[in-house]
């Protein structure tokens, strides 16, 4: 095993590597699913056609086949190349973690933000931003967290100001005041698939100087694009639709280019020293999953509009379906926004029976699909999601479409909405 681009070296020299979509200097570029294949090409020479796995923590000092690794927390190849894919299908620099909420706790901790809007679906983000604050109020420090209606009126006070190009962010020191220092926002978020307006945050972000990160899980790369409508950082929860098969956790946030040398580098050294870097086996995993990570989401999402589509048509019906929170349906609030930015409608969404009971009913009814949390696996989930987030109607489901045939999929939600009392 030889690398002899010496990307490693490049790594963990911090000299943040740009994503190509043209690996081995291809005279024309390469797209979708061949980038998947192809994005990491070049960076380990084997002759293994699948990607071998490689265990060892520690690697032999100054030898060829290190590859110039260290020692794993620093750098691994395997994990050289499933940033590289990773960061060549979302388009930017990307930086792995153990697990999502170890990626967005990275970006906080990076960022320090004092000023802030979050607009986050997910529980356990809203927890980390909580306890970020918590910590710095221990040692005086002043917090603020906006509401939408605050972000609007900051919006409106700078737009009578002096109009320039974006606003590139870069970090600045903490005693520099900004009107936000950072701006998240889960789009579609998490469970309701509420579609952000991700260039008016952009613009937001340029008034203010604020970091705009995206939390694009439920859409994946394939359904979304915010680095191309003005964020600064996209982060997934790996463990979802990039990994695909409920069998690892992960993280990874992926920087607009124009940071690489500030942000990413950033965000790599001191992951170094917070040692929040995937398992061997998990970085494995991801590698392989990412090459059918278009045909998975596409047939996922295909599936979930035609389950969505059977979902309201029960609703118009008066069949125990309330609500049905799917923003390719025109009765969602954020239908004109989601049909600007999503390329994919996401297969992952709730719906809402009449009652605490029903919903219960309905998921413990269930044959072919699974009662469990998460979602992006290749199995259908259903999950009564007040048990995690009282915050939502307790009469809720949310569902992770998988890989099932739709029909099938549709028989077993008949068969336990009748059933559902």
């Not at 294949?37 to 060829?64: K, R």
């Not at 509009?305 to 609703?315: D, F, G, H, T």
Request: contains cysteine.
């Amino acid at each position: 095993m030889s690398n002899t681009d010496g990307s490693m070296n490049a790594r963990s020299n911090c000299s943040a590597s740009k994503s190509s979509s043209t690996p081995h200097n291809l005279p024309f570029p390469i797209h979708g699913s061949t980038i998947e294949c192809h994005g990491d090409d070049g960076i380990e020479t084997t002759g293994d056609i699948a990607a071998p796995l490689h265990v060892s923590t520690t690697f032999v000092s100054g030898a060829l086949e290190s590859c110039g690794q260290v020692y794993s927390r620093l750098n691994t190849v395997t994990r050289t190349r499933v940033e590289a894919l990773l960061g060549a299908v979302e388009g930017g620099q990307a930086i792995t973690y153990s697990s999502g909420l170890s990626a967005v706790t990275a970006l906080i901790h990076c960022i320090k933000p004092r000023r802030m809007y979050v607009d986050a679906g997910y529980h356990g983000v809203r927890a980390a931003f909580k306890l970020w604050s918590e910590r710095g109020s221990l040692g005086n420090e002043k917090f603020e967290i906006f509401t939408l209606e605050q972000c609007k009126q900051l919006f409106e006070q700078r737009e009578s100001q002096p109009r320039t190009e974006r606003t590139v962010w870069h970090p600045v020191n903490t005693k520099e005041e900004r009107a936000l220092d950072l701006i998240w926002v889960e789009s579609p978020n998490n469970p309701y698939a509420n579609v952000a307006d991700i260039e008016w945050f952009s613009e937001l972000a340029s008034r203010t100087g604020a970091c705009l990160a995206v939390d694009s899980t439920l859409s994946s790369p394939l359904g979304q694009r915010p680095l191309e409508h003005g964020a600064h950082v996209v982060m997934h929860a790996s463990t979802k639709y990039l990994a695909g098969h409920s069998d690892l956790l992960g993280g990874v946030l992926i920087v607009h280019h124009s940071l690489s040398d500030v942000l990413a580098c950033k965000l790599l050294a001191e992951r170094t020293i917070d040692g929040a870097v995937m398992g061997n086996l998990e970085t494995w995993l991801l590698l392989r999953s990412i090459r059918t990570l278009s045909l998975r989401v596409r047939r996922q999402c295909q599936t979930a509009s035609i389950v969505v589509q059977w979902l309201e048509k029960q609703r118009i019906d008066g069949r125990k379906v309330k609500k049905v929170h799917h923003p390719s349906l025109e009765s969602h609030p954020n239908y004109s926004t989601a049909a600007r930015y999503l390329l994919l409608p996401p297969a992952t969404f709730s719906f809402e029976l009449e009652s605490e009971s029903q919903a219960k009913s309905f998921a413990q009814s269930l044959l072919l699909c699974t009662r469990a949390t998460s979602l992006g696996g290749v199995e259908t989930l259903i999950d009564w999601r007040h048990m995690h987030d009282t915050s939502v109607s307790s009469a809720l489901l949310r569902v992770s479409i998988g890989l099932e045939e739709s029909e099938d999929i549709i028989q077993d939600f008949e068969q336990a909405l009748n059933k559902a009392e």
